[in-house]
């Protein structure tokens, strides 16, 4: 069973600061998808990292693969309000053949709240 | 909008009963995921179906069992309902049906079992 950590598991900051959260797992993934989830609603990608050492923009939300494969992280410059929801992770078995339970797993997330 | 479609979307019922989640995926997209999502564990995988068959399972319990229908549309049946079966339950579609494939998520049922 593949397992993917997700820390910090709750995250607090005001408007402006910076924050990075990680995802890291001892298994190697495929790729890695990021999503987030706002409340009353299903989680929405926001970006899949597929080779080692990959970093990818979005605005202002930098994410990184690891050079193993292993981990990644998600680094916000400047937070709002609006960035406020559930972070997820998600990585990709790396041999899938089907039929088990283990082709992509999601860790538990970090809660992410934005204070103005 | 993610062009997945959920229905109902909250749903209140008793101990021992009966109900069923419909689930509508993006047009075009193959693969329909089931999750249950609680507060302590997390998004947990279910069951996937593959253009109408079975493709992989999760930690689906033996009271809970779902369908892919020829017109693609899922349902997510869960009998003998318990207390802890409380949970927001989530309908994801994709296009392929490898775990490469990004998620489609609908915006989930929330069923409470009084």
């Known amino acids: ?116 | 909008d993610s062009g997945v479609t959920q229905t109902p979307k909250h749903l209140i019922t008793a101990t021992g009963q009966r109900v069923t989640l419909r689930c509508s995926p993006r047009s075009g997209d193959l693969s329909v995921y089931w999750y249950q999502q609680s507060l302590d564990q997390g998004l947990q995988f279910l069951i996937q179906y593959y253009n109408g068959e079975e493709r992989a399972k999760g930690n689906i319990l033996e009271r809970f069992s779902a369908q892919q229908f020829p017109d693609l549309h899922s349902e997510l049946n869960l009998s003998s309902l318990e207390l802890g079966d409380s949970a927001l339950y989530f309908c994801a579609s994709s296009l392929g049906g490898g775990p490469n494939s990004p998620l489609h998520f609908g915006n989930g049922t929330r069923l409470t079992v009084t």
């Open chain 1, 1 to 116: 069973t593949q397992l993917l950590e997700q820390s910090p598991q709750f995250l607090s900051i005001q408007e402006g600061e910076n924050l990075t959260v990680y995802c890291n797992s001892s298994s190697v993934f495929s790729s890695l998808q990021w999503y987030r989830q706002e409340p009353g609603e299903g989680p929405v990608l926001l970006v899949t990292v597929v080779t080692g050492g990959e970093v990818k923009k979005l605005k202002r939300l930098t994410f990184q693969f690891g050079d193993a494969r292993k981990d990644s992280s998600l680094h916000i410059t400047a937070a709002q309000p609006g960035d406020t929801g559930l972070y997820l992770c998600a990585g990709a078995a790396y041999m899938y053949s089907g039929g088990g339970a283990d082709g992509l797993t999601f860790g538990k997330g970090t809660h992410l709240i934005i204070q103005p």
